[in-house]
C-alpha cells in the first residue's frame, strides 16, 4: 500500500519525511494507522490547489536546514494553520533576534522536528488533524522536553489548563500583542535553562494559593474547569453571589488581576 512504500522510505533514510495520504478509505483503522505515522491526510476528490499548498507547506522545513543547523542560537517553531498569523509571528520574533521555523500542522512539525537545545514550541490549540492538545501529550509520552507555549481563544481557559497539565509552560490568548508575545517565548526560554527559576515560582505560587480558604480552592478549581458562577452554585449548594464574592476574594488574595493569571498561578504551583 501507499503507507507501507513511506513507512520503508523512512526506515531507509533514517529519517521522518513529510508525506500525503490521499485515500478514500475512511475506515476508523486506516485513519489510526495515517494518524500513527503522523502522515497528512486528504480524502479523495483532493483540489489541485489544496495539494499543492499542503506540499508547499511540507517542504518548507528544508528551506530553514540553515536556521535548524545553528544549535546555539534560539529557535521558536511555530505551528498554526492560518499563513497571515504564522507571518506575523515570525515578522515579530525575528524582530526580537529569534530563529523562526514554521509549520501549517502538527503533522508537518513532528516530520521535521529533531529535538534540540534552546527552543521552544508555540502552537496553536485548535487544528486540522492532529490538535494542539494532542501535539503535547505526544511530546509528553514520547518524553521529549520542549518548552510549550500555547495559543488560544480568549475564553478558553479550560483548554489551556489542559495544555499546561500536558506539559506546556504557558499559554497566550488571542489577540495577543508583539510585546506580550515576546515576553511569554523569553520566560519560556529562561525557565528551560535555570531549574531554580521554575522552584521559585512554583514555591510563590504555593505561597499564594495557601492564602485560600478550603472553599475558595474549591471554587477555583471548578471555574478552572470552565464552570460558570451560576452552576457552581447549584453543585455546591450556595447562592451565586456567593460564589462572586468568593471569586473576588480569590484574586485579591492571590494578587491575580484576571482569570488566565488565576490558572497560570494555580498550574505553577502543581508543577515539579
Given amino acids: 500500500t501507499g503507507i507501507d512504500v513511506v513507512v520503508r522510505v523512512r526506515a531507509q533514510q533514517g529519517r521522518a519525511i513529510p508525506?500525503?495520504?490521499l485515500t478514500g478509505d475512511i475506515s476508523a483503522s486506516t485513519l489510526q494507522t495515517i494518524e500513527s505515522h503522523h502522515f497528512v491526510h486528504l480524502d479523495k476528490p483532493v483540489k489541485l490547489a489544496e495539494?499543492?499548498?499542503i506540499i508547499e507547506r511540507l517542504l518548507a522545513p528544508a528551506e530553514s536546514a540553515a536556521v535548524l543547523s545553528n544549535l546555539d542560537r534560539n529557535i521558536i517553531f511555530v505551528v498554526d494553520d492560518d499563513p497571515n498569523v504564522r507571518a506575523a509571528i515570525r515578522e515579530v520574533l525575528g524582530g526580537d533576534g529569534q530563529d523562526v521555523a514554521d509549520y501549517a500542522s502538527c503533522e508537518a512539525f513532528l516530520a521535521a522536528y529533531t529535538p534540540r537545545?534552546?527552543?521552544c514550541l508555540l502552537l496553536d490549540a485548535y487544528l486540522p488533524g492532529m490538535s494542539g492538545l494532542e501535539l503535547m501529550r505526544h511530546l509528553s509520552d514520547s518524553h521529549q522536553s520542549l518548552p510549550a507555549i500555547m495559543i488560544t481563544g480568549s475564553s478558553d481557559v479550560s483548554v489551556a489548563v489542559r495544555a499546561m497539565k500536558a506539559g506546556a509552560t504557558d499559554?497566550?490568548?488571542?489577540p495577543f500583542g508583539a510585546a506580550e508575545l515576546i515576553a511569554s517565548v523569553q520566560h519560556a526560554l529562561a525557565l528551560s535553562h535555570d531549574t531554580g527559576m521554575a522552584d521559585a515560582i512554583r514555591l510563590d505560587a504555593q505561597r499564594r494559593i495557601g492564602e485560600l480558604t478550603p472553599r475558595q480552592r474549591e471554587i477555583m478549581a471548578m471555574v478552572l474547569l470552565g464552570n460558570p458562577s451560576k452552576n457552581i452554585a447549584a453543585d455546591l449548594g450556595i447562592s451565586q453571589r456567593t460564589v462572586e464574592?468568593?471569586?473576588?476574594?480569590m484574586m485579591r488574595r492571590t494578587g491575580t488581576k484576571s482569570l488566565p493569571a488565576?490558572?497560570?498561578l494555580a498550574l505553577a504551583a502543581q508543577q515539579g
Fill in 245 to 249: 464574592n468568593h471569586r473576588a476574594e
Fill in 117 to 119: 537545545p534552546n527552543a
Fill in 19 to 21: 508525506a500525503v495520504i
Fill in 51 to 53: 495539494l499543492a499548498a
Fill in 171 to 174: 499559554f497566550i490568548e488571542k
Fill in 262 to 264: 488565576l490558572a497560570r
